[in-house]
């Protein structure tokens, strides 16, 4: 039997790509627990033979890295010219890549460029049968779905977070350079406004991260009061947080909005919406404080406390003022 060709998608920046790509390489391990398959990494963007070297190295796959030099204008629709070649002279049958923000640029646009299924938002895969059904929130994030594609090629967005990759120790990368022609295309991106506060919170060890369950805007100040208890701290919020302007959107964690990797994510008063536990899938611990104890969030937290946060982060914030964080750099004990 032939082996299924996937091509696994990486956007890299400047040598570097997104921390939870490798989620991808994950994906694609599962496929291959039930047939045979073929994997190439195509990484496209500025400096890509460094980072398609270290997925080369770290997942074993070989990869080709698509040089697209820093100034230039990239969009959504500057990657689907410069990858359609490629993906054509390759035929995969599944195309994977991270399903956020940016990406969306991307996505559909590659897939009708492909005459291909598309399904994103991807969390989990299970086999009925010999055939994968990839599984995605749906309503909201109150039902799962599972989505069969009989066609092929498919185009796969992976929600990060929901694939954990095992690494298989350093390997000897399989690498190939090419710096394809550039298109002219009829968009361009005109500026990119980096903000300092977001990268403070991309960049914080610890993120304490408000609901709509915190009650009002008011006990905004209540969480920036313990989040000034912790060195090298952030106050985020969910979308619903954000969009009712109790914090500025540069704040917002989730799938539209800041990926976040702490050692410590404090969810106070947050439900757990598929989104946005996306965005903080890479925290290293969490605590989640609620007073629903069938809140989803719980699902996902290592610690959590069942309580109105008026009477507990009241409490917490005066014993940690007490006896102090004891924590290191990372804001752990």
Same mark, same amino acid.
């Given at each position: 039997? !032939? ?10 920046? +400047? ?22 398959? /073929? ?6 963007? !500025? ?12 997942? =074993? ?9 820093? /100034?230039?204008?990239?969009?959504? /629709?500057?990657?689907? /010219? ?40 991807? +969390? ?36 990060? =977070? ?15 350079? +090419?710096?394809? $022609? ?8 005109? #500026?990119?406004?980096? $903000? ?8 914080? @060890? ?9 009650? !009002? ?36 964690? =989730? ?17 757990? @919406?598929? +989104? ?52 290191? #750099?990372? =804001?752990?004990?």
């Amino acid at each position: 039997m !032939s082996a299924r060709k996937v091509a696994i998608i990486a956007e890299a920046e +400047q040598g570097k790509t997104n921390s939870a790509t490798l989620d991808l390489a994950a994906l694609t391990a599962r496929l291959a627990e039930n047939e045979c398959v /073929e994997v190439r990494w195509l990484v496209v963007g !500025s400096n890509a033979a460094d980072a398609g070297t270290e997925l080369s190295r770290g997942t =074993g796959y070989p990869a080709v890295a698509l040089e697209i030099p820093r /100034e230039a204008s990239i969009t959504g /629709e500057l990657l689907v /010219e410069v990858l359609h070649p490629f993906l054509m002279d390759m035929r995969p049958d599944v195309i994977a890549l991270l399903h956020t923000s940016r990406s969306q640029d991307l996505v559909a646009a590659l897939a009708l460029a492909l005459d291909a299924a598309c399904i994103t938002g991807v +969390q989990s895969l299970v086999m009925q049968g010999d055939a994968p059904v990839f599984r995605r929130a749906v309503l909201g994030g109150k039902w799962m779905a599972g989505i069969q594609a009989d066609d092929r090629p498919l185009v796969l967005a992976v929600l990060p =977070g929901y694939f954990k990759f095992e690494k298989v120790g350093r390997t000897s990368a399989v690498m190939e350079t +090419q710096r394809p $022609s550039l298109p002219v295309t009829r968009t361009r991106l005109i #500026e990119v406004k980096e $903000s300092v506060t977001e990268a403070a919170l991309t960049q914080a @060890a610890t993120v304490v991260a408000a609901g709509r369950g915190i009650g !009002s805007e008011n006990n905004i100040d209540l969480l920036s009061r313990l989040a000034a208890l912790f060195p090298k701290s952030a106050v985020a919020g969910s979308r619903i947080v954000c969009d009712g302007e109790w914090l500025p959107y540069h704040r917002q964690v =989730g799938v539209t909005g800041a990926m976040v990797a702490p050692e410590l994510y404090l969810a106070c008063g947050i439900s757990g @919406a598929i +989104q946005h536990l996306a965005g903080m899938s890479g925290s290293r611990f969490v605590v989640a404080i609620n007073s629903d104890p069938h809140a989803a969030i719980f699902n996902a937290a290592d610690v959590g406390v069942v309580e109105d946060l008026n009477t507990f982060l009241p409490l917490l914030i005066e014993a940690i003022e007490k006896t102090g964080t004891d924590t290191d #750099e990372h =804001g752990l004990r």
